[in-house]
T-cell receptor
Framework: DVVMTQSPLSLTVTLGQSASISCRSS???????????LNWFQQRPGQSPRRLIYKASKRDSGVPDRFSGSGSGTDFTLKISRVEAEDVGVYYC??????????FGGGTKVEIK | QVQLQESGPGLVKPSQTLSLTCSVS??????????WNWIRQPAGKGLEWIGRIYSSYGTTNYNPSLKSRVTISADTTKNQFSLKLTSVTAADTAVYFCAREAPGFYDSSGLDHWGQGTLITVSS
């Protein structure tokens, strides 16, 4: 299985500041078609996960442009610019490149200072 | 807009079989080449993929760590898909989610729609 490792485990951010979450995979996530199947999800307290980013850097419809995904190969980043109170929750990366078994990162908890 | 809703017993006894159903509305599970997934989350912990079904052909893929105990099936006439997990223990206590997966040839590939989740507790 592909192991997804996120860091940090938790993050406390001041309102209006930026936050970055790292996700590293144990294998490269570029598929034979040239795409990188890396998703980012937000899970607010008591809610189901909501996808924010697909194909490493494409934002889902309705997701604020404060959220951006970047990276390639085995190293990926989710950046939240100008953090707002509604951004509190746990963020997960997930790979779909090695599609026989989807795997998630362990999650990063974002709190507001 | 596709919507998914999990349903299940809430409480399952150890060693028994956990059975869950995901009802899909706003789209057919047998059209569009989508995959239909189960994911679980123990309280306070991360997400674990259980497996998926491609209902048009009935093909399945499972998490290797659960494969010996998991069966995912689909009932296209009811627009539902189901999960069976045998020989459950307390370690299987979790919120279980169903989710739609758009495969790679879709621009927005990945787990794009999720149900609200249902809590399953394994206890005698």
């Amino acid at each position: 299985d592909v192991v997804m490792t996120q860091s940090p485990l938790s993050l406390t951010v001041t309102l209006g500041q930026s936050a970055s979450i790292s996700c590293r995979s144990s294998q490269r996530l570029v598929y034979s078609d040239g795409n990188t199947y890396l998703n980012w999800f937000q899970q607010r307290p008591g809610q189901s996960p909501r996808r924010l980013i697909y194909k490493a850097s494409k934002r889902d419809s309705g997701v604020p442009d404060r959220f951006s995904g970047s990276g390639s190969g085995t190293d990926f980043t989710l950046k939240i610019s100008r953090v707002e109170a509604e951004d509190v929750g746990v963020y997960y990366c997930m790979q779909g490149t090695h599609w026989l078994a989807l795997t998630f990162g362990g999650g990063t908890k974002v709190e507001i200072k | 807009q596709v919507q998914l809703q999990e349903s299940g017993p809430g409480l399952v006894k150890p060693s028994q079989t956990l059975s869950l159903t995901c009802s899909v509305s706003g789209g057919s599970i047998s059209s569009g080449s989508y995959y239909w997934n189960w994911i679980r989350q123990p309280a306070g912990k991360g997400l674990e993929w259980i497996g998926r079904i491609y209902s048009s052909y009935g093909t399945t893929n499972y998490n290797p760590s659960l494969k010996s105990r998991v069966t995912i099936s689909a009932d296209t006439t009811k627009n539902q898909f189901s999960l069976k997990l045998t020989s459950v223990t307390a370690a299987d206590t979790a919120v279980y989610f169903c989710a739609r997966e758009a495969p790679g040839f879709y621009d927005s590939s990945g787990l794009d729609h999720w149900g609200q989740g249902t809590l399953i507790t394994v206890s005698s």
